[in-house]
Nanobody
C-alpha cells in the first residue's frame, strides 16, 4: 500500500517561508504537491519527475517555491518563500506512476495516483 505523509505546515506572516516534507513508502515516476483552498478547486503547485529531476511549477508559484527529493530519506520537499495570503490552503503530497500531467498539471484523479492526508498552510496578511 502506498503511503504519503506530509508535515511542516503552519501559520506564517506574508513574506515568510515554510518547508513542507513528505515521506513516501514507494518512489514513483512523478511526485508532487497539490493545494486546495476553501471554496476553490484543487490546484497543482509543483511536480518532480523523479528519474530525471525535471520539475513543473504552476505560474502562481514560479520563482518562490522549489520542489526537491532526497531518495536516501524517501522524502520530497516543498520549499516555499515569499509567501502570500493567496498561498493559504491545504497542501497535499501526491504521486503518480505515469507522469506529472494528470497529477499536477491537470489535477485529475486516476487509478495511477496516490494522495497524502494534507498539511495546512496559512499565510496571514
Amino acid at each position: 500500500q502506498v503511503q504519503l505523509v506530509e508535515s511542516g505546515g503552519g501559520s506564517v506572516p506574508a513574506g515568510g517561508s515554510l518547508n513542507l516534507s513528505c515521506i513516501y513508502s514507494t518512489n514513483m515516476y512523478c511526485m508532487g504537491w497539490i493545494r486546495q483552498a476553501p471554496g476553490k478547486e484543487r490546484e497543482g503547485v509543483a511536480g518532480l519527475y523523479t528519474s530525471t529531476g525535471g520539475a513543473y511549477y504552476a505560474d502562481a508559484v514560479k520563482g518562490r517555491f522549489t520542489v526537491s527529493q532526497d531518495k536516501s530519506k524517501n522524502t520530497i520537499y516543498l520549499q516555499m518563500t515569499s509567501l502570500k495570503p493567496d498561498d493559504t490552503a491545504m497542501y497535499y503530497c501526491a504521486a503518480d506512476t505515469t507522469g506529472c500531467r494528470h497529477l499536477v498539471v491537470e489535477v485529475i484523479d486516476t487509478p495511477h495516483n496516490y494522495w497524502g492526508q494534507g498539511t495546512q498552510v496559512t499565510v496571514a496578511s
